[in-house]
């Protein structure tokens, strides 16, 4: 894993992405029990070109060079299976600009703040999103007053309160 995240902040420190943030349920392993996943899911924002056309083709290449394999919409990169994800949105944007700093063994990375991370799997909805969000209520020190900022800010309070959730 650790080689995998050196990849991704070389990819950040050649600009190929302005900045990138561990999201999904690997993400939650920083902050709850682990849970099964087969993939590290890393969101990237991207720097808009003049062209307004947005192409991996370059971040493909750039990890192709590091030994990356493609598989589907995955990459193998260093051992690990990873899927880059574009952020896609206000709130993706967002949680990736907040992410916090974590460290890996001795490789730096960022993770989406797990207020962002309930946010987005309750945006996402799938009923292994409503168990990851039960799952980091448990578990996971929230800040509440943020986690309702966020839902607020990006429209998301309808669908808390028919979940019946407290942070």
Known sequence: MEATLAILNELE?????????IGGAMAGFFYAEAVVTE????????KTPATGVITLTAIYDFLKQRGATVEREHLWLAGTLVQLIPTFDALTEEAVREAVERTVGQVKTRVMRVEHLIAIALK?????????????LDEAAIEGGRLQEILHRHGLQGRWEKLNLKP
């Open 13 to 21: 420190a050649a600009g190929l992405v302005e900045r990138y943030a």
């Open 124 to 136: 996402t909805g799938r009923a292994k999103d409503h168990a990851r969000i039960a799952l980091l």
């Open 39 to 46: 993939d590290l899911d890393a969101f990237v924002l991207l």
